[in-house]
Structures are given as C-alpha cells and as structure tokens.
C-alpha cells in the first residue's frame, strides 16, 4: 500500500473516531470530500463545536387566591330607631296612646309583657314584639288604664329631642337642659327636667361615681316616674 493509501485509510479512521465523539458531545462535523469531485483531493476536515443549548422553563407565577372575607352579620336596625324622646312621648308614639293607637303610630306591634308591675302605681308594662329586648338595648313602655304613661329605655340609640342619650353623661345633660333638676342623692343620681305639664324627662346614673348616664325615663306625671321598668 503506497504512503497516500495509507494517509487516507488514517484519516478515515481517525475522522471515524471523532465524528463518534462528536456525536457524544454533539459536535457538528462537516467534512470536504464527501462528494465524488472531491476524491482526488487533500481531505480537510472543519469540525464546528455547537454550544448546548440551554431550555430554560420559566416558572409560572404562582396565584395566590386570597380567602374570601366574611362579613358579620350586622343587627337588624329597630323600627324605631330614628324615634326621639320628647316630653310628649316617643317620636309618633305619644303618651296616652293605647297600645293599639301606638302600633299603629309606630309600625311595629307593641304589646303586653307582664299584668302588673312592682311601682307604686298599678300598671303594665309593654315592649316592641321582636325588637329591644336585649340587655343594653330595652325599650319599655308603661301602661295605666289601657294608655301608655311612662316610656324608659337602656338603648343608646333614642336621643332626646335636645341630643341626649344613654352614655352622655352628667356634665352633657346639664348643659343640654340648662333648667333641669340635679338630684344627686337620688338613687345613683338622677337629673329631672319638667315641662309646664308636669311630663318629666329622668336622667338616671347607676351609681354616684359614675359619670355616664345608665336609662333614660319619660313619666307622663309625678305619680308614674317608677312605671314600666319591672
């Protein structure tokens, strides 16, 4: 075999073994001579290296959904509630009303709760049906003779016709009633304010040390200041 053959068989073989390696590490080997014109030709091997192709997955972004806010269940609003206490009664509600007068007046169904309560003066006493019965938010009203004669409440949400409700305090009904009647020594301490009728507004403290107004009563008279609260 002359020298040339053997050049050639070498180069075969060795362009063998390294398109074998090429395809391992996926290198692009592209060879002159692998057509016929080329045949008589110094065989000139270009091996091109590819780099890796590198796939890159993009991670989704991750939805966070967020829990669903749950709303509290708010109170029914009474059908009172934008009702102010007067010397003359409760909003429409008036003092000397029946109880029949009175639901009528007012919307909502007022009716009797117990025959005779514990005052000096005999008399029932009525409440709203399904509505202010809660501790905090009771709305009574007395009752002599089939007529309402004395309202009283716990419910902060009845202000007085001058702005007062329960939790003012002392200093605010003063102010708010400039001629009523601070009488300290009564009970906890009530503040009295009458008009030419004699109907009284009572303001009511639980006790002495305590600022705020704890109930507020209307009494169509002296004699029914005590009704409707048993």
């Given amino acids: 075999m002359c020298v040339a053959g053997r050049g050639r068989l070498i180069l075969v073989v060795l362009g063998t073994a390294i398109a074998a390696v090429a395809a391992t590490a996926g290198i692009v080997i592209a060879a002159d001579g692998d057509s016929p014109q080329a045949a008589n030709s110094p065989s000139t091997t270009e091996v091109r290296l590819t780099a890796p192709t590198t796939i890159t997955t ?9 829990p669903t806010a749950t709303t509290a269940q708010s109170v029914a609003p009474g059908p009172f509630d934008a009702f102010r206490l007067g010397f003359e009664g409760l909003g429409p509600i008036k ?30 006493s009525a409440m709203v049906t399904g509505y ?75 006790q002495q040390s305590v600022e705020a107004i704890g109930f507020i009563r209307l009494a169509a008279s002296t004699a029914f200041v005590n009704t409707g609260s048993c």
Avoid at 58 to 66: H, V
Avoid at 95 to 116: H, P, Y
Wanted: contains cysteine; hydrophobic residues 40%; proline residues 5%.
């Fill in 58 to 66: 993009a991670n989704a972004p991750t939805t966070t959904t967020a």
């Fill in 95 to 124: 003092l000397g009303m029946t109880l029949e007068e009175a639901s009528r007046a007012g919307g909502a169904q007022l009716v009797l709760v117990n025959d005779a309560n514990c005052d000096p003066v005999r008399n029932d």
């Fill in 132 to 206: 202010y019965r809660d501790e905090g938010a009771q709305l009574w009203f007395g009752i002599s003779d089939g007529e309402i004669v004395s309202i009283f409440t716990k419910n902060p949400v009845f202000l007085t016709i001058a702005g007062i409700h329960v939790g003012d305090t002392r200093s605010d009904v003063l102010r708010a009633y400039p001629k009523a009647e601070d009488l300290p020594e009564l009970s906890g301490g009530e503040i009295h304010v009458a008009d030419a009728q004699g109907r009284t507004i009572i303001f009511y403290r639980p």
